[in-house]
Each structure stands twice: as C-alpha cells, then as structure tokens.
C-alpha cells in the first residue's frame, strides 16, 4: 500500500519524463494518473456549466446544446493541434533531442494563435445566424447570441489549452498539463455562480454568466501552462527564439494536426448533424440530449486519459527505436480502459435517471436525457479498445487512417442510420440515440484490424 500511494504521489507530482525504460505497467500508471484527473478537469467545465445553466431556464439549456455542437469545430482545431504536438514531442523527446522538443511547442503555439484569431473573428460576427442554422427559435437566439459571442471570442485560450496539453503530455509532462486544468476549473467553479446569478456587486448575466466565467478560467490556465513552459520546466524552459518560425516543422507540424483536425471534424461535424435532427422534437428532447452528452462527456473523458498515455508511450518508444514495447503498452492500456468503463456502465445504465434528475426537474427533459443515456453507455465496451487505438495510431503520427475510418464510420453509417432510425423509421429521439454506438463499435472494430497491421510502426515525424 505504501509502494503505490509513494506511485500516487509521484505520478501527480510528475517527476519523470521520459517512459522508454523500465515496466510498461509503472509507464501507463504514471502518464495516466495525471492525463485521467486532467481529462476530469477539462470535462468539469461541461458539466458545472450545465449545473447551473440548467437552473436558468430550458432555453439556456438549449442555448449551451446548440452553441457547442458548433464550438466543436473549434475542439476540432484544438485537439488536432494537441494530437500533432504530441506525436511530434514525443518523438523528439524518445530520440532524446529536448532541445527540437522545444523548437516544436513554439511552432505549435505560433500555429494555434493564427488558426483561433481567425475563427474567433468569424464566430463572433456571426454568432444569432450560426445559431438559427442550427434550428434554434427566436426565443433561444434572443436568450444565447452573446452566449456564442463570447464562446467563439474565447477561441485561442481553448486552442491554447489543448495544444500546450499534448505538448506536454507528449513530453511526458502530463501532471503540468493536469495542474494547469485544476486551476483553470477552480476559477469557472468560483466565477460561473456568481455571474450566472448574480452574487454580491456581480450582475445576473444568466447563460452569458456562464461563458464568461468559462474563458476566464481557461485563460488563467492558458497562463499557468506558459509560466510553467518559461519558468519551470527545465527541460522544455521555452525562449523567444523557440516562437520564431520554422517553415520545416511548421509544414510538418500541420501535416499532422491536418489529420488530426479533420477526423474529429468529421466526428463533430456528425455531432452537428444529429443535433440538428434532435431540434426538429423540440427545445426539450434538445435539452435533455444536452444534458446526457455532458454527462457521457464526463464519464468517457477520462478513459481519454489512458487513451493520450497510450498516445504518448507509442510516440516516445518510437523515437526510442522500441516499436514492440510500445504495441504491448497499446494493448495494457485497452485493457485497462475496458474494465473501466464496463464497470461504468453498469452504473450509468441502472441510475440514469437519477443521474440526469440532478440537472433538470422537467419530465419531458429528464425522460429524453435517461433514454439517451441509457443508450449511449451500450457501447462501452467498443469505446474503451476503439479510443486507445485510434489514439495511439495518432500519436504515431498516423492521422491518415484514423481520417479515413472516422468517415466511414460518422458519415457513412452514424448520419444516415440516425435519419432513417428517427425520421424515416418514425423511431424518434431514440433512433439518434442508436446510432452513436453503432458507429462507435464498427470504429472500434475497424481501428483494431488496422492497428493490428503494424504500418503505424514506420511512420516518420
């Protein structure tokens, strides 16, 4: 017991950056203790929004649903800037060159800034028309416009965030990634009642409350990643001369966030596409949708936790020249995550409704949200083996076939097996519901069949 509390500590604690050597088991423990807590972290902003935002109203619900479902696109950036910079780092670091390492996260950083300005710029211009595209009535526009102003204004923080969380993850950093979550939430679990409600001399901002308090703690994250990336961290201790450009690894850079971009584009881009098809039953069933996902968000993210550690074992064990130590960290690493979530879904199925009463007392809203749930947790067991692989082939740098398979299974078979359930079918909400984890068990069983093919083993980064 004191072995592994001394584990514990020292896994939080992040002493260790390099995992070429050594037990895979002690590895996958130290990465993923802190990638599981930061993985929490980043899904408690999801989750602590809907809390309070659900106390609003039901269009402020819905506001947050139809907001994000295109916010998205923004993850989408985000998480494949976060996929390259970790398979770039990590490669780097196996090869035992800190000092290209750090190269990389400057180009990473100069990438970020000037891909979010953009979509910040456009987001917030067209913010009431983005949302009526997406369904939403007039009462819901009126209620959530400066709500989706100020999600797409706060665009570089949240690209920020992810991206400097893959590097240093990538580098084996992983609780510095953690910490900078814990204190980004910290401040949305202060600010976001307060504004929301109006405590004290603070204004009742209601849902735009909730986007304020949101930005600001993601800022302050942002903040305490680039302190720790200057002032802390010897090893990747950042100077000006990092940030300026490299056309080489800037090219190379994009190369791999492109694939990385694109396949969760695609999957978010379906998430759009159901959402779009759920508004067409009303606020509530929207509502109650909304609220499922944050909570499955909550649930899966950290099984993402032991997904990135496999990410980053594959990457550095690679650059180390040990392909075969890194395949049989992929596989602990699935088994793990699927013991994990079996768990789970035994939990999540048997209190649902439990579960979603705690966010809304609407009937209508809570009978949609435990449908959904219930659902959507009968794939558990795919996501647990689908997520590490396709993780790791990332963080190989392999983005062309997770590409592929994600469009496969998201547009080729989620999209129009939800239409026909729903509308076609006249299944309803429950034919949306359906679809999610069809597609994510024929992803699952497909991302296995390649990764077992070994051709992630040579690529180059």
């Given at each position: 017991?004191?072995?592994?509390?001394?584990?514990?500590?020292?896994?939080?604690?992040?002493?260790?950056?390099?995992?070429?050597?050594?037990?895979?088991?002690?590895?996958?423990?130290?990465?993923?203790?802190?990638?599981?807590?930061?993985?929490?972290?980043?899904?408690?902003f999801a989750v602590v929004d809907i809390f309070f935002v659900?106390?609003?109203?039901?269009?402020?619900?819905?506001?947050?649903?139809?907001?994000?479902?295109?916010?998205?696109?923004?993850?989408?950036?985000?998480?494949?800037?976060?996929?390259?910079?970790?398979?770039?780092?990590?490669?780097?670091?196996?090869?035992?060159?800190?000092?290209?390492?750090?190269?990389?996260?400057?180009?990473?950083?100069?990438?970020?800034?000037?891909?979010?300005?953009?979509?910040?710029?456009?987001?917030?211009?067209?913010?009431?028309?983005?949302?009526?595209?997406?369904?939403?009535?007039?009462?819901?526009?009126?209620?959530?416009?400066?709500?989706?102003?100020?999600?797409?204004?706060?665009?570089?923080?949240?690209?920020?965030?992810?991206?400097?969380?893959?590097?240093?993850?990538?580098?084996?950093?992983?609780?510095?990634?953690?910490?900078?979550?814990?204190?980004?939430?910290?401040?949305?679990?202060?600010?976001?009642?307060?504004?929301?409600?109006?405590?004290?001399?603070?204004?009742?901002?209601?849902?735009?409350?909730?986007?304020?308090?949101?930005?600001?703690?993601?800022?302050?994250?942002?903040?305490?990643?680039?302190?720790?990336?200057?002032?802390?961290?010897?090893?990747?201790?950042?100077?000006?001369?990092?940030?300026?450009?490299?056309?080489?690894?800037?090219?190379?850079?994009?190369?791999?966030?492109?694939?990385?971009?694109?396949?969760?584009?695609?999957?978010?881009?379906?998430?759009?596409?159901?959402?779009?098809?759920?508004?067409?039953?009303?606020?509530?069933?929207?509502?109650?949708?909304?609220?499922?996902?944050?909570?499955?968000?909550?649930?899966?993210?950290?099984?993402?936790?032991?997904?990135?550690?496999?990410?980053?074992?594959?990457?550095?064990?690679?650059?180390?020249?040990?392909?075969?130590?890194?395949?049989?960290?992929?596989?602990?690493?699935?088994?793990?995550?699927?013991?994990?979530?079996?768990?789970?879904?035994?939990?999540?199925?048997?209190?649902?409704?439990?579960?979603?009463?705690?966010?809304?007392?609407?009937?209508?809203?809570?009978?949609?949200?435990?449908?959904?749930?219930?659902?959507?947790?009968?794939?558990?067991?795919?996501?647990?083996?689908?997520?590490?692989?396709?993780?790791?082939?990332?963080?190989?740098?392999?983005?062309?076939?997770?590409?592929?398979?994600?469009?496969?299974?998201?547009?080729?078979?989620?999209?129009?097996?939800?239409?026909?359930?729903?509308?076609?079918?006249?299944?309803?909400?429950?034919?949306?519901?359906?679809?999610?984890?069809?597609?994510?068990?024929?992803?699952?069983?497909?991302?296995?069949?390649?990764?077992?093919?070994?051709?992630?083993?040579?690529?180059?980064?």
């Amino acid at each position: 017991m004191k072995k592994w509390f001394q584990l514990l500590r020292q896994a939080i604690r992040g002493s260790e950056e390099s995992f070429t050597e050594g037990s895979i088991n002690r590895a996958i423990f130290l990465l993923s203790v802190p990638m599981i807590l930061e993985m929490v972290m980043e899904s408690l902003f999801a989750v602590v929004d809907i809390f309070f935002v659900s106390k609003v109203s039901t269009e402020a619900v819905a506001t947050v649903g139809l907001t994000e479902s295109v916010i998205t696109l923004v993850y989408s950036v985000a998480i494949g800037l976060s996929t390259a910079a970790t398979a770039t780092i990590s490669r780097r670091i196996g090869e035992g060159n800190p000092a290209q390492a750090k190269r990389a996260i400057g180009q990473v950083i100069l990438i970020s800034l000037s891909i979010s300005l953009v979509i910040a710029a456009v987001g917030t211009w067209f913010a009431g028309d983005i949302l009526r595209a997406m369904g939403a009535d007039e009462k819901v526009i009126a209620t959530g416009t400066n709500f989706a102003r100020i999600q797409f204004l706060s665009s570089p923080v949240v690209v920020l965030l992810y991206s400097l969380s893959g590097a240093l993850r990538g580098a084996g950093s992983a609780a510095t990634a953690m910490r900078s979550l814990i204190v980004a939430n910290v401040f949305n679990m202060i600010l976001g009642p307060i504004l929301i409600f109006g405590v004290g001399p603070f204004p009742e901002l209601g849902v735009t409350g909730a986007a304020i308090a949101t930005a600001t703690g993601r800022s302050i994250g942002v903040a305490y990643q680039l302190f720790s990336l200057t002032k802390v961290n010897k090893m990747l201790s950042l100077t000006w001369a990092d940030l300026a450009p490299n056309k080489e690894m800037i090219a190379t850079i994009i190369k791999v966030a492109t694939g990385g971009t694109v396949q969760f584009l695609i999957g978010s881009a379906s998430w759009i596409f159901l959402t779009r098809i759920l508004s067409e039953f009303g606020s509530d069933v929207v509502a109650g949708y909304t609220i499922s996902i944050r909570v499955i968000m909550f649930t899966l993210l950290p099984a993402w936790g032991l997904a990135n550690a496999a990410a980053t074992l594959v990457g550095q064990n690679l650059g180390a020249q040990k392909p075969e130590r890194a395949e049989a960290s992929v596989w602990k690493c699935a088994f793990y995550n699927l013991v994990f979530l079996l768990g789970l879904s035994v939990f999540m199925f048997a209190g649902a409704e439990m579960i979603v009463s705690l966010f809304s007392t609407n009937a209508k809203v809570v009978e949609t949200g435990k449908t959904a749930l219930r659902v959507l947790c009968l794939g558990y067991g795919f996501y647990a083996y689908g997520m590490v692989v396709i993780q790791s082939l990332n963080g190989a740098g392999d983005t062309k076939t997770p590409t592929i398979l994600n469009l496969i299974c998201f547009w080729a078979i989620e999209i129009p097996v939800a239409y026909v359930l729903a509308v076609m079918l006249d299944m309803g909400p429950i034919g949306v519901f359906a679809s999610v984890p069809i597609a994510e068990s024929v992803l699952a069983l497909l991302g296995i069949w390649r990764f077992r093919m070994g051709g992630w083993k040579v690529v180059k980064v």
